[in-house]
């Protein structure tokens, strides 16, 4: 039974920064892509960003590029978003995604939240202006 469990949430001012974490477990994630999304009220779901296993590649949303950062660590099997310069429009619950498949370069699949195949449950992200 694999398990994605997300932590770090919480209200911050407009500039601060909050660091997200997602804890998975369940079975070996050797290859696999994990991704970060959220979703504010009323709208759907978007990709925010993506890692390979080797964390050799990295994506983001024109949106938060710049601002935000994901790393892992296979060995502690954690994924973390890192993110600064918090606007207003970054409020949403964001989800910890992970995806039976690699990251090659080229790819575009990994925008897809159809193309993941676990989710945590999400932590929400307020930020007040």
């Known amino acids: 039974q694999v398990q994605l469990v997300e932590s770090g949430g919480g209200l911050v001012q407009a500039g601060g920064s909050l660091r997200l974490s997602c804890a998975y477990s369940?079975?070996?994630?050797?290859?696999?892509?994990m991704g970060w999304f959220r979703q504010a009220p009323g709208k759907e779901r978007e990709f925010v960003a993506a890692?390979?296993?080797?964390?050799?590649?990295?994506y983001y949303a024109d949106s938060v590029k710049g601002r935000f950062t994901t790393s892992r660590d296979n060995a502690k099997n954690t994924v973390h978003l890192q993110m600064n310069s918090l606007k207003p429009e970054d409020t949403a619950v964001y989800y910890c995604?992970?995806?039976?498949?690699?990251?090659?370069?080229?790819?575009?699949?990994?925008?897809?939240?159809?193309?993941?195949?676990?989710w945590g449950q999400g932590t929400q992200v307020t930020v007040s202006s």
């Open positions: 995604g992970a995806a039976r498949r690699g990251l090659p370069f080229g790819s575009t699949w990994y925008q897809n939240r159809y193309d993941y195949d676990f």
């Open positions: 369940g079975r070996t994630f050797s290859s696999w892509t």
């Open positions: 890692i390979s296993w080797s964390s050799s590649r990295t």
